[in-house]
T-cell receptor, first 111, second 116 residues
Framework: TQLLEQSPQFLSIQEGENLTVYCNSS?????LQWYRQEPGEGPVLLVTVVTGGEVKKLKRLTFQFGDARKDSSLHITAAQPGDTGLYLCAGAKSSGDKLTFGTGTRLAVRP | DARVTQTPRHKVTEMGQEVTMRCQPI?????VFWYRQTMMQGLELLAY????????DSGMPKDRFSAEMPDATLATLKIQPSEPRDSAVYFC??????????????FGDGTRLSIL
């Protein structure tokens, strides 16, 4: 049973478009992380959110943690080819707990 | 920048052979994780260590997989005997374990394993 479902699974867009990726669960998480993984490499941490309703911005990326801490979203403004990769959310149910990774969203941004 | 180092990067072998994957965590990190990534299952946690002690290996098939940390600078994951269904990319990650909430995990670039 996958605790964290991501949608969409695949996304192909034109450079300059906006997009939103969703990470949903029926479980409550104490913290949630977003990673990006490029081909042939390991995932790289983008952000950690810990408070319900929290919004964090990283340049053109905006991350939000749901009020109930069961879901999260990643919004990219004016996507660039360098944003191409696999986006993974990962949640921890309690402080110091192991991470459970989501199913992933594979993003391709065409020049 | 400090990095997690994994060796080998690629491994192709025949079923039944022993496979050993190695990981050098970032110096000073006290938590080490082993993950397996496949297209079908995504990223799955196999085992993790804190201060070299195994804390959870429930994700690992015990009959053929074993994970150890002989010292603070080396973690190993062994498969014996290997089977075609073990083909995947195996990642090691390390963390400092000091943050109140789950610490960021720093991943290596993985070992791509193919069992023929």
């Amino acid at each position: 049973t996958q605790l964290l479902e991501q949608s969409p699974q695949f996304l192909s867009i034109q450079e300059g478009e906006n997009l939103t990726v969703y990470c949903n669960s029926s479980s409550v998480f104490s913290s949630l992380q977003w990673y990006r993984q490029e081909p042939g490499e390991g995932p790289v941490l983008l952000v950690t959110v810990v408070t319900g309703g929290e919004v964090k911005k990283l340049k053109r990326l905006t991350f939000q943690f749901g009020d109930a801490r069961k879901d999260s979203s990643l919004h990219i403004t004016a996507a660039q080819p360098g944003d191409t990769g696999l986006y993974l959310c990962a949640g921890a149910k309690s402080s110091g707990d192991k991470l459970t990774f989501g199913t992933g969203t594979r993003l391709a941004v065409r020049p | 920048d400090a990095r997690v180092t994994q060796t080998p990067r690629h491994k192709v072998t025949e079923m039944g052979q022993e496979v050993t994957m190695r990981c050098q965590p970032i110096l000073g990190h006290n938590t080490v994780f082993w993950y397996r990534q496949t297209m079908m299952q995504g990223l799955e946690l196999l085992a993790y260590f804190r201060n070299r002690a195994p804390l959870d290996d429930s994700g690992m098939p015990k009959d053929r997989f074993s994970a150890e940390m002989p010292d603070a600078t080396l973690a190993t994951l062994k498969i014996q005997p290997s089977e075609p269904r073990d083909s995947a990319v195996y990642f090691c990650a390390s963390g400092s374990g000091l943050d109140r909430f789950n610490q960021p995990q720093h991943f290596g670039d993985g070992t791509r394993l193919s069992i023929l």
